[in-house]
């Protein structure tokens, strides 16, 4: 089955604390995104890439890292998490830039 | 000007109503429109895509597309209580590498 995998699914974690949300999609996909989506701002990206060893800023980049080593798996990495970054997130994936976009099941981060 | 825009709503219809969403965009030159559909708290989920202008109908949909207007929109035939949701419509804009946003507008359909 097509899909996007996103892990883990629900999140707590303390400020500081460094983790790592996997995505991974088994759709030969060139492009992927990360988004957070808060109420009232829509989803906003956080960072994206076209193809591996290129990523790119989105829109809110900031606290954020992100690697693509493999085709198929675009971690999202937070050094040093805060309680700003407390949000729902989403990877997605796509065969272009002007192409539909699949999503992944969604990740929601507290960090306390 | 925001480059793709949605009243945020909430939409209000009766059930078996015709429910209408529209969404605006800033880019003349866009090619590829889709309209996602999301349940609070879920990954948004594609329910349809149009290239060209004119009507797309799948089901109880029909996209609409008005490039001239640069306008797309969305009409939901005999809504449904289940058919309650954010919709999204997401737009290619140039300088932008993947689709863009808008931030949805909110569907409640009453029984």
């Known amino acids: ?112 | 000007q925001k480059e793709v825009e949605q009243n945020s709503g909430p939409l209000s219809v009766p059930e078996g109503a015709i429910a209408s969403l529209n969404c605006t965009y800033s880019d003349r030159v866009s090619q590829s429109f889709f309209w996602y559909r999301q349940y609070s708290g879920k990954s948004p989920e594609l329910i349809m895509s149009i290239y060209s202008n004119g009507d797309k109908e799948d089901g109880r949909f029909t996209a609409q597309l008005n490039k001239a207007s640069q306008y797309v929109s969305l009409l939901i035939r005999d809504s449904q209580p289940s058919d309650s949701a954010t919709y999204l419509c997401a737009v290619n804009i140039r300088g932008y590498s993947t689709l863009t946003f808008g931030k949805g507008t909110m569907l409640l359909v009453s029984p």
């Not at chain 1, 983790?19 to 492009?31: A, D, F, K, R």
């Not at chain 1, 990206?45 to 693509?68: A, H, L």
């Open chain 1, 1 to 112: 089955e097509a899909q996007v995998t996103q892990n883990p699914r629900y999140l707590i974690t303390v400020t500081g604390k460094k983790l790592t949300v996997t995505c991974s999609q088994n759709m030969n996909h060139e492009y992927m995104s990360w988004y957070r989506q808060d109420p009232g701002l829509g989803l906003r990206q956080i960072y994206y890439s076209m193809n591996v060893e290129v990523t790119d800023k989105g829109d809110v980049p900031e606290g954020y890292k992100v690697s693509r080593k493999e085709k198929r798996n675009f971690p999202l990495i937070l050094e040093s998490p805060s309680p700003n970054q407390t949000s729902l997130y989403f990877c997605a994936s796509s065969l272009g830039g002007r192409t539909e976009a699949f999503f992944g099941q969604g990740t929601r981060l507290t960090v306390v």
